[in-house]
Structures are given as C-alpha cells and as structure tokens.
Nanobody, 125 residues
Framework: EVQLVESGGGQVQAGGSLRLSCAASGFTFDDYAIGWFRQAPGKEREGVSC??????????ADSNKDRFIISSDNAKNTVTVYLQMNSLKPEDTAVYYC????????????????WGQGTQVTVSS
C-alpha cells in the first residue's frame, strides 16, 4: 500500500522560504504522479503543484508558478518529492498535503488515491 508522509512545514515571515518533503513508499512501478495541495481555513482545497514520473512533467498553479519549484529524488523503495517555496506570502498560509495517483497529474484532488497527513505552513506579515 502506498504511504505518504509530509514534513518541512513551519512558520516563516513573508518573503521567506520553506522546503516541504513528501516521502512516498509502496509504489509497484514508476508510473505515479505526486501532487501537492493546500487548504486554508474556510477555503476549498486547491492544487499547488504536481510531478508525473512517467510523463516527466510538472504542473504549477498560476498563483505560485514563479515562486515554487517541485523536484523528486528516487531511492530504491522510496520516492521523495520536494516543494521548494520561495517569496512566501501570508496567503500561502495553509495545511499542505501531498497525494498520489497513477500516471499523470491532475488538478483535482478527488482524482488522487492516497494522501498524507498534511503539514502546516504559516506565513506572517
């Protein structure tokens, strides 16, 4: 079974940076996509970024494509997907989740099969 564990959240001042990690295990083949989503209090969950192993492609939401960078590091049985977040703004404050699905990225969280527990990011002004 696929398991996802996020880490790297915290509190930072506006303009600062954080790097989130998503340690993923349990993939049978290299045909996965891992996405980052976030949900702020009182708001709907939104897609942030995604990496597709099979397609070798990435996706960024318009709100962060010039500030966030997604990358991955593959070990024997574990994949770690990083989300480097720069020039953070107070509106980036949210719980960030990583999620996985087969093959290709999707902007819609409902199309992902496995989710991590989330990590809190707080950006103060």
């Amino acid at each position: 079974e696929v398991q996802l564990v996020e880490s790297g959240g915290g509190q930072v001042q506006a303009g600062g940076s954080l790097r989130l990690s998503c340690a993923a295990s349990g993939f049978t083949f290299d045909d996965y996509a891992i996405g980052w989503f976030r949900q702020a209090p009182g708001k709907e969950r939104e897609g942030v970024s995604c990496f597709s192993r099979v397609a070798g492609s990435t996706y960024y939401a318009d709100s962060n494509k010039d500030r966030f960078i997604i990358s991955s590091d593959n070990a024997k049985n574990t994949v770690t997907v990083y989300l480097q977040m720069n020039s953070l703004k107070p509106e980036d404050t949210a719980v960030y989740y990583c999620a996985s699905r087969d093959l290709y990225c999707s902007r819609f969280g409902g199309e992902y099969d496995y989710w991590g527990q989330g990590t809190q990011v707080t950006v103060s002004s």
